[in-house]
């Protein structure tokens, strides 16, 4: 199975538009475009694709960002998406991400360090880590597994990202030995 960034899932959902909504992509975001929806507001085009139209969520974000695309939109990068992450009162947990991160590109060529606004995804085949501020002062830390470890510092949990399970840290202290034989076999296990 091989692995498929963003703009490979985007490019297979618009390729396959026509035949679950009746129109292109094109299309679509020329209905946008003619709407009176501010094609830079996704939040509002994907709410009026749906009210209006009943566009099912992966297509709303496709034609979503196509809109904002075509009206001048830019995607953030990776490291815009994680300093957004780590501002104002969570600025005191960039130390964390930093460290976990550093870890984790550590465990093998094939990690992908991917952007996203509310936590950072790493891939290998699949997502097998995310690291999410949860708060000012914890980092929570999703684990993929299909063999869950044994650990006191994992509860059962369906985020951030596709995690199955997390940790939470307060301190770069709290990544231990158990921390990065738990990252390690979410590597393990997803390659």
Excluded: C
Aim: zero cysteines.
């Amino acid at each position: 199975m091989s692995s498929k960034n963003p703009q490979d899932m985007a490019d297979a959902v618009a390729l396959s538009m026509k035949a679950r909504t009746g129109r292109t992509l094109e299309e679509w975001v020329a209905a946008v475009n003619s709407s009176g929806v501010d094609p830079l507001d996704q939040i509002a085009v994907r709410r009026w694709l749906k009210a209006e139209h009943g566009v099912l969520q992966n297509s709303q974000w496709a034609i979503a960002v196509a809109a904002a695309r075509a009206a001048g939109w830019k995607a953030p990068t990776t490291e815009a998406y994680i300093d957004r992450q780590y501002t104002g009162a969570r600025a005191g947990l960039r130390p964390i991400f930093n460290r976990l991160r550093t870890l984790i590109e550590a465990l093998g060529d094939d990690v992908r360090t991917e952007g996203r606004a509310s936590y950072t995804p790493f891939v290998r085949r699949r997502q097998f880590v995310a690291i999410a501020a949860a708060t000012r002062s914890r980092v929570d830390v999703g684990l993929r597994f299909s063999s869950v470890p044994k650990s006191k510092l994992l509860v059962e949990a369906t985020a951030p990202g596709q995690a199955t399970h997390k940790l939470s840290l307060e301190s770069e202290s709290d990544i231990t030995n158990e921390v990065r034989s738990l990252l390690q076999a979410a590597y393990d296990q997803n390659g």
